[in-house]
């Protein structure tokens, strides 16, 4: 039997409140069981995202700790947003994490800082920092922000206050001029990066960071692609847990982990197996990213009979549809590469942004979506714009829409229930 490891010194080293991270590790577990413990018939290779849920906050910091005691690892270095790219954190000897919260905590405190009318999302940040209650953020050495929406640009004015902050600027049109500015940020953050971390990056290390990030999209794709069968061989809530864990985990161990999911659900879809019957109404999701433990919306439509197939956002197909270009031999080719790629990621901020239209009436299309549900966290100006927009593209390609505004809390579940069944009956 392995161990009991006792991690209590672990988080009062990093300065945690420890009766408060009891009990949001309480309030999530429950909320995991809940939600994933009782949904039917889930592909075995899924064990993977229990473990890895069990040992979010405990095993998988630890892991990060060693790393960094042992030299094998420099620093720890945190990231909100998806324009980070992670192949340069590990090249420069970094171990790269997403620190986006996606539960309300220690909302009074934060009311001080922020306004009201702030983003769940930012908020839920500032308040996981504030409460003392997340170890990614403690453990983080440098946080990488960005100038992507109004609400983060200047959240960060504040959060640099708690923690050491680097911003990058990101462009909001798509010129060349921009996507030369653009290359520039890139190669100033490697540099910021290697300035921190003591270690130089070289052509062998960005080659291998490139080589890890796309074998986890690879997999990714793959994963996703299996989701196109009917019945559906694994849920929205674990394909959204999968690409959460991809800002967490350990890149190349949770690569094996995906694979074996693709595998597995390839199998089942050839079977005719799945997590809900077939001829279950399908969901395709577009939004605003949803951090752990952001389950609320997916719980709901799944719970309702319904099966989420695919998700254009940042916690879906815009952290893995593209690659980076292998083929570059220097490291100002490789950064290169790797500013082209980010800069295609479809995000709101962007002006205009028909790019993220095609995407999701083309993934609608290819995993043969019923109905399209497009999510806005309350507050989230940009989305709630581009619903318009959404809509009418939805319209023309005769797919039915609907468009739901939510926050953190479960006081709309009831209501986002109502919505949800009616849409679904209407299918
Ligand atoms: S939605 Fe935009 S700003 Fe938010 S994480 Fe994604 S890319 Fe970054
Ligand atoms: S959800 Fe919208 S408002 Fe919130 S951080 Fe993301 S882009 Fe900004």
């Not at 420890?18 to 592909?43: E, F």
């Not at 075995?44 to 060693?66: C, M, P, Q, R, V």
């Not at 462009?171 to 910021?192: F, G, Y």
């Not at 597995?264 to 939004?287: D, M, N, Q, W």
């Amino acid at each position: 039997m392995a161990e009991e490891v006792d991690y209590y010194p672990m988080w009062e080293s990093l300065g945690m409140d420890t009766a408060s991270h009891d009990a949001l590790l309480g309030a999530v577990g429950q909320m995991y069981g809940s939600m994933y413990l009782t949904q039917n018939n889930r592909p075995a290779s899924t064990s993977y995202l229990d473990n890895f849920a069990t040992n979010l906050h405990s095993g998988a910091i630890k892991e990060k700790l060693d790393a960094k005691e042992s030299g094998k690892a420099k620093k720890i270095i945190g990231s909100f947003c998806l324009y980070v790219p992670e192949e340069i954190v590990t090249a420069a000897g970094g171990i790269a994490v997403g620190l986006c919260a996606g539960a309300d905590f220690a909302t009074d405190e934060v009311e001080k800082h922020l306004p009201r009318n702030t983003c769940p999302l930012i908020k839920g940040f500032t308040g996981f920092k504030l409460g003392r209650v997340c170890p990614y953020i403690e453990s983080s050495d440098l946080v990488v922000g960005e100038n992507t929406c109004d609400g983060k640009k200047k959240a960060y004015e504040f959060f640099a206050t708690q923690k050491p902050m680097y911003i990058m600027d990101v462009p909001h049109v798509r010129t060349d001029e921009t996507k030369q500015m653009w290359r520039n940020e890139i190669h100033r953050l490697a540099e910021r990066l290697e300035q921190e971390t003591g270690q130089k990056i070289t052509a062998e290390s960005l080659a291998e960071g490139i080589k890890v990030a796309n074998d986890k999209r690879r997999a990714l794709q793959r994963l996703y692609h299996a989701r196109a069968f009917d019945p559906v061989p694994i849920s929205g809530l674990d394909s959204l847990l999968t690409v959460q864990a991809a800002f967490m985990d350990d890149p190349v161990r949770l690569t094996g982990a995906i694979n074996d999911m693709a595998v597995e659900c390839e199998k089942r879809g050839a079977a005719g197996e799945g997590v809900a019957p077939k001829g279950s109404k399908r969901i395709l999701y577009t939004g605003t990213p949803m951090a752990v433990p952001n389950w609320k919306l997916f719980n709901i439509i799944e719970k309702a009979g319904a099966v989420v197939v695919g998700e254009e956002c940042c916690t879906g197909s815009r952290y893995y549809k593209d690659l980076v270009d292998e083929s570059g031999t220097t490291v100002d080719e490789m950064l290169d590469a790797i500013a082209d790629r980010y800069f295609n990621i479809q995000c709101a901020i962007f002006t205009p942004n028909p790019g993220r239209e095609e995407d999701v009436i083309r993934m609608a299309r290819e995993q043969h979506a019923d109905g399209i549900i497009d999510c806005s966290l309350q507050f989230c100006t940009i989305y709630e714009m581009e619903s318009f927009g959404m809509e009418q593209a939805a319209d023309k390609a005769g797919i039915p829409y609907l468009h739901l505004t939510t926050d953190y809390s479960t006081e709309d579940a009831g209501q986002l229930n109502t919505r949800i069944e009616a849409f679904l009956e209407t299918l």
